[in-house]
């Protein structure tokens, strides 16, 4: 199933380090993301997750949950959280769930090409690429990144694009190549020029299609 920008991020209720979940409870009113990796005990893996338990205060001060995927079973992550924990000095305070059943990774598409998936399939099987989606407080999916199991993600870039997103929702702006906050942003084109300016004060006009302001605050 391909996830595209704007589906309902599909519910589903699994295991977890946290306990059982229920997807779209668990978001409740705030913006989630959800983050795959192939397999627990792995090196690219541990630091890509050293790195989130190291963000988690950035996530939690925009309102926003982080969930991991693994097709590894709860036992093994709760031991893989030491390592974690040892290796970013942060605490990893965040669920990852059991997917050993595959039912998320076959939800959100994030098995590779030719994955063999027999019934006593192998982790090398059945590893998920390393995918990423944000998802707003109605459970509509804002934005998705998916990279090759051996390259690792840039997780300031991922919270740069929260910020994007969360700035640009609903507020008929869009935000520049290279954007980070305290930049301006691109005037929406359902605006003309003097809509612009009552709305967002002072303009910068580069072409008659391209507009900055500052940003409005929520």
């Given at each position: ?131 990423v989606f ?53 005037v929406g ?30």
């Amino acid at each position: 199933m391909s996830i595209r920008i704007d589906d309902v991020a599909p519910d589903f209720t699994v295991d977890s380090t946290d306990g059982k979940i229920t997807f779209h409870e668990w978001i409740g009113d705030s913006y989630a993301i959800l983050f795959s990796h192939p397999k627990d005990f792995t090196p690219v893996c541990t630091t890509e997750f050293g790195a989130v338990a190291q963000l988690v205060p950035e996530f939690a001060s925009r309102n926003t949950k982080v969930m991991g995927v693994s097709v590894d079973n709860v036992e093994e992550h709760l031991k893989w959280k030491r390592d974690i924990e040892a290796f970013s000095g942060a605490a990893a305070d965040f669920p990852i769930i059991d997917d050993t059943s595959l039912l998320v990774s076959k939800l959100y598409d994030m098995l590779p090409a030719g994955a063999y998936l027999p019934e006593n399939r192998t982790p090398a099987n059945s590893a998920t690429v390393r995918t990423v989606f944000i998802i707003g407080p109605d459970k509509k999916v804002r934005l998705t990144m998916s990279y090759p199991m051996a390259v690792g993600r840039n997780f300031a870039e991922i919270l740069r694009a929260l910020d994007a997103v969360q700035i640009t929702d609903g507020a008929g702006i869009a935000t520049p190549a290279n954007w980070v906050p305290g930049q301006d942003v691109i005037v929406g084109l359902a605006l003309n020029d003097e809509q612009a300016k009552e709305k967002f004060g002072e303009i910068d006009i580069k072409l008659p299609y391209l507009r900055f302001a500052k940003a409005l605050k929520k």
